[in-house]
Nanobody
């Protein structure tokens, strides 16, 4: 099991930027794919982005492609989500997640077995 703690959320105007951070501890971080998901009020949690264990492969939801960038620093056990050109529809609680299995990358919520507590991102118009 891995413990995940997100930070970096907040209130930002449309068009602005935020960088979310996720600190991981527990198991060998560098062997596991990581992801970011989000859940807006009244909606189901949805995939945002994921990154492979070494960082060479990334996936993005169509809604954030070109605006968000996922990255990781295995030496620091950190995952990041750089969010640019934010829109009001990006408002949600953002969750960091670790893949259930080593050396795997996924997009489905069921692929991930460990979750952080979430950080709120609010984008005003």
């Amino acid at each position: 099991q891995v413990q995940l703690v997100e930070s970096g959320g907040g209130l930002v105007q449309a068009g602005g930027s935020l960088r979310l951070s996720c600190a991981a501890s527990g198991r060998t971080f560098s062997f596991y794919g990581m992801g970011w998901f989000r859940q807006a009020p009244g909606k189901e949690r949805e995939f945002v982005a994921s990154i492979s264990w070494g960082g060479s492969t990334t996936y993005y939801a169509d809604s954030v492609k070109g605006r968000f960038t996922i990255s990781r620093d295995n030496a620091k056990n950190m995952v990041y989500l750089q969010m640019n050109i934010l829109k009001p529809e990006d408002t949600a609680v953002y969750y960091c997640a670790a893949h259930k299995s080593s050396l795997q990358i996924g997009k489905a919520e069921g692929d991930f077995g460990s979750w952080g507590q979430g950080t709120q991102v609010t984008v005003s118009s």
